[in-house]
Each structure stands twice: as structure tokens, then as C-alpha cells.
């Protein structure tokens, strides 16, 4: 089984440059993660989709940065203009989507992002 | 206080020793419990989830969780070097998606 498909893997760009991430999840997952990670620091929520539906945005920094999963499956984050301090890891994980809190979620391999 | 607190470490452990990870967790309402590894430069890899009070165990790891302590553990028996990673503890509230600890560095001298 294919896991969380993430690209690209690396991606430089200068400040105030638009850059976006595109992720593909496990096959049936229907709930879907972007986490940002800094060095040295565990991964933290930007946004989740259960199908399409984005339903926790609240740490997603919506001046600049922007999310979609228009067929509930494939999603792309999106950051413009980009700014030195965006500089990290972006993390997209998956889960079945079951209700209740014991969805083991996996992850891509991640795009790291340099900002000059 | 953080939400999720680990010890940065590094943890030190020689060749074949149980290392001990630790981590306890703020919201008493937390219901599920992960802990993943961390290779430098990779992304984070589940390798035990824990639910109810006790010890979980799958071949050299063991996962123990006592919520009234809200204290959640990752035994490794017999360590190896390639057991040398960094282990991230998350925990689900039902709030919101995981939240993690910064991670404990373990470290695995031949």
C-alpha cells in the first residue's frame, strides 16, 4: 500500500515569493493534516480535512496562507508571500477518518521550505 | 506549561539496555496516545499507540499510560544503534488534531 505522497521534497524561494505544497493521502483516508515542523520541535497543526470539509483551521495563519481539498482527496497549501520566519518542514499526515480519537495518523516525507 | 512535555535528552544508553522515554500530558480529557520515531531529516514514523491504562507491548517496544498521572512511557528493550532517533509523544484531546512534545534524542552507543 502506497503511503502519504508529498511534493516536492525541497523547495527554495526568496521572500515574498508564492509557493505551494501538494499532498496526496493514503488511499480511503478520508481525514487529512498539515502540520509545520521547526528544528528541534514536534509538528503542529495548520489545518484538518475530514473529506473536504475543512474542519480545524484555527492555527492556519489565513493572511497568507491557504488550503484546499476540492475532491476530498488530493490537497495543496499554499503560502503568499512568503516570509523569512516560514522557513521549516511541511508535514501532511492521513487517517481513516473514523469517528471517536483513536485514528493513528501517517505521514508524508514532508517539503522543507527555505526562504532567502 | 506546554501541553506534551519530554525531556530533550540526549538519552545515552549502550548497546542492548532498556532505554526509558518519557512524557507527560496537561488535558486531563486526553483519550489516545502515540508515540512516533524520528530519523534526522525523515518525518515522523508511528510505532506504538496506547488507549487504556497499562502496558502495550509490540516486540521490543513497550508503551505504558497512567492517566491519572497523566504520564505516557516508551520502554525499548534491547537497544540497538539503529534504534538512535528522536521519539516524539502525541497526544489526541479530541480538541484538535495531535499535539506533540518536542521530542526526546536517544542515543544508542555501540
Known amino acids: 500500500e502506497a503511503g502519504v505522497v508529498q511534493s516536492p521534497r525541497y523547495k527554495i524561494i526568496e521572500k515574498k515569493q508564492p509557493v505551494a505544497f501538494w499532498c496526496n493521502p493514503i488511499?480511503?483516508?478520508?481525514?487529512l493534516y498539515w502540520y509545520l515542523q521547526n528544528l528541534g520541535q514536534g509538528p503542529e497543526l495548520l489545518i484538518r480535512?475530514?473529506?473536504?470539509?475543512?474542519?480545524?483551521d484555527s492555527q492556519l495563519p489565513k493572511d497568507r496562507f491557504s488550503a484546499e481539498r476540492l475532491k476530498g482527496v488530493d490537497s495543496t497549501l499554499k503560502i503568499q508571500p512568503a516570509e523569512l520566519g516560514d522557513s521549516a518542514v511541511y508535514l501532511c499526515?492521513?487517517?481513516?477518518?473514523?469517528?471517536?480519537?483513536?485514528?493513528?495518523?501517517?505521514f508524508g516525507p514532508g517539503t522543507r521550505l527555505t526562504v532567502l | 506549561q506546554k501541553e506534551v512535555e519530554q525531556n530533550s535528552g540526549p538519552l545515552s544508553v549502550p548497546e542492548g539496555a532498556i532505554a526509558s522515554l518519557n512524557c507527560t500530558y496537561s488535558?486531563?480529557?486526553?483519550?489516545?496516545f502515540f508515540w512516533y520515531r524520528q530519523y534526522s531529516g525523515k518525518s515522523p514514523e508511528l510505532i506504538m499507540s496506547?488507549?487504556?491504562?497499562g502496558d502495550k507491548e509490540d516486540g521490543r517496544f513497550t508503551a505504558q499510560l497512567n492517566k491519572a498521572s497523566q504520564y505516557v512511557s516508551l520502554l525499548i528493550r534491547d537497544s540497538q544503534p539503529s534504534d538512535s532517533a528522536t521519539y516524539l509523544c502525541?497526544?489526541?484531546?479530541?480538541?484538535?488534531?495531535?499535539?506533540f512534545g518536542s521530542g526526546t534524542r536517544l542515543q544508542v552507543q555501540p
Open positions: 488511499s480511503g483516508h478520508n481525514t
Open positions: 480535512y475530514e473529506n473536504e470539509e475543512a474542519v480545524d
Open positions: 499526515a492521513s487517517s481513516l477518518g473514523r469517528r471517536g480519537l483513536y485514528n493513528e495518523q501517517f
Open positions: 488535558d486531563r480529557g486526553s483519550q489516545s
Open positions: 502525541a497526544v489526541n484531546t479530541g480538541r484538535r488534531a495531535l499535539t
Open positions: 496506547i488507549y487504556s491504562n
